[in-house]
């Protein structure tokens, strides 16, 4: 898939707070419904992954942009472009060109792949995000990424949202060194959705049953990377009713 052109519209938002709390009032006022929520992952090994609530439908990870990571995106760039990659059709992606928006596009990957192409999630009708997707889904990721730069009723929701949780909201001009990415499965694959980056990243073989352990193993990767920096989590899409957690 090709990338968006860096935009020269200087576009800034206000960065999400890794909450579930926030992302879920985020997401119902977006138009998505329950049981779709957001549960923290609070631990990487096996026995504590026992805890989440299943399904899981998407992993949203939040790490440091250090330059041991930075390093890594160059090489891991070099190799797909020299070997390539294979991605399924029906992955949906968007590129970043909104500064601070990472948390957004987290949030947005994980709802456009389990509602695009038959999907298992429905959204409310004539609701935000619905509308944005139909409106975007069958376009050029470049395409998308300029919706998303034009889409003022998404932009006035993540704002509203933005300034709330539980840590000190941000200046607008601040640049934040944490990053939000999304991986989901799809088509027997696993899929690591980063806006940042110029195309999807196919991770290998998944399924549903084990893609909740599958997306923990890529996440263990970004720890491993920066196994000195403690500014990671891990966040889950459930569709698991609250009071079955």
């Not at 932009?155 to 999304?182: I, K």
């Not at 073989?205 to 893609?211: I, R, T, V």
Request: aromatic letters at 8%.
């Amino acid at each position: 898939m090709s990338a968006a052109q860096p935009t020269k519209k200087n576009i800034r938002w206000l960065p999400l707070e890794s909450n579930p709390e926030v992302l879920d009032k985020y997401v119902r006022d977006l138009g998505v419904p329950a049981p779709w929520r957001y549960a923290d992952v609070m631990g990487l090994d096996e026995e504590l992954l026992a805890f989440v609530p299943q399904p899981v439908h998407a992993v949203i990870l939040l790490f440091p942009c250090t330059p041991k990571y930075e390093e890594f995106c160059k090489e891991e760039r070099q190799r797909i472009d020299k070997e390539g990659q294979t991605v399924s059709n029906n992955i949906v992606f968007y590129p970043q060109t909104i500064a601070n928006a990472c948390g957004t596009m987290g949030v947005l990957h994980s709802i456009a792949n389990n509602w695009a192409h038959g999907g298992l999630l429905k959204l409310k009708e004539g609701g935000v995000i619905k509308n944005f997707l139909e409106k975007t889904v069958n376009l050029t990721p470049a395409e998308r990424a300029t919706a998303l730069e034009e889409d003022t009723t998404l932009a006035s929701v993540h704002e509203n949202h933005a300034s709330t949780g539980q840590t000190a909201t941000p200046d607008l001009a601040d640049n934040v060194d944490l990053h939000f990415v999304c991986l989901v499965e799809r088509d027997g694959h696993l899929y690591e959705l980063d806006g940042n980056k110029p195309y999807p990243i196919n991770h290998g073989p998944s399924s549903k049953d084990s893609f909740l352990f599958d997306a923990i193993k890529v996440a263990k990767k970004f720890v491993e990377r920066d196994p000195e920096n403690l500014n990671f989590s891990v966040i889950a899409a459930t569709t698991a009713e609250e009071d079955d957690y």
